[in-house]
């Protein structure tokens, strides 16, 4: 029903995960169906407080990522992207650390995208940072090597605070 309206569609967001009980089995289903008909899926992955508190990031952003890739050739998997998005973020008003939240899409993210296919597919890949992104930290979470872009969510409603993140990302 989407193509032809649009061309990004947001696969396995935390709300769809939490509200409606998306598992990573049927983000995996999602993703193959948006590349299927031509849509790019922009893939969330990302731990829930109490995960996060207990020091689990590492194994759930892991196992979500190779799930939502399992079965997936390099080509396709080239054809998405991959957001991080801490759901303990969301808004919020907290945001992981720029250097925390690169930590996480670099050993994490591309180590399973690399484990999966290889080191030049986990770099080509564009993973981007969403979770509470502002104009006040947006320019040092994109700075940060392993992180692409920003996944921009309720300040995107906000005309000013989104204009000065698309400024700070032009920099």
């Not at 930590?103 to 484990?115: E, K, N, S, T």
């Not at 509470?132 to 409603?157: E, R």
Request: hydrophobic fraction near 50%.
């Amino acid at each position: 029903m989407l193509a032809g309206l649009c061309q990004y569609v947001i696969v396995g967001h935390s709300e769809r995960r939490q509200y409606f009980a998306e598992t990573d089995e049927t983000v995996n289903k999602k993703v193959k169906a948006a590349l299927a008909h031509g849509l790019t899926p922009i893939v969330c992955v990302g731990e829930i407080l109490a995960e996060n508190e207990a020091g689990q990031t590492a194994a759930v952003v892991t196992r979500q990522t190779r799930a939502a890739y399992a079965g997936l050739a390099a080509g396709d998997a080239l054809k998405t992207i991959l957001a991080y998005e801490p759901v303990w973020a969301i808004g919020t008003g907290k945001a992981a650390t720029p250097a925390g939240a690169n930590a996480v899409v670099g050993l994490h993210i591309r180590g399973a995208l690399a484990d999966l296919y290889s080191s030049a597919v986990a770099d080509a890949l564009r993973v981007q940072y969403g979770g509470s992104v502002t104009a006040a930290n947006a320019a040092d979470l994109m700075a940060q090597p392993d992180i692409d872009g920003a996944l921009v969510g309720g300040a995107s409603l906000k005309p000013a605070e989104f204009a000065a993140i698309v400024k700070a990302a032009a920099h």
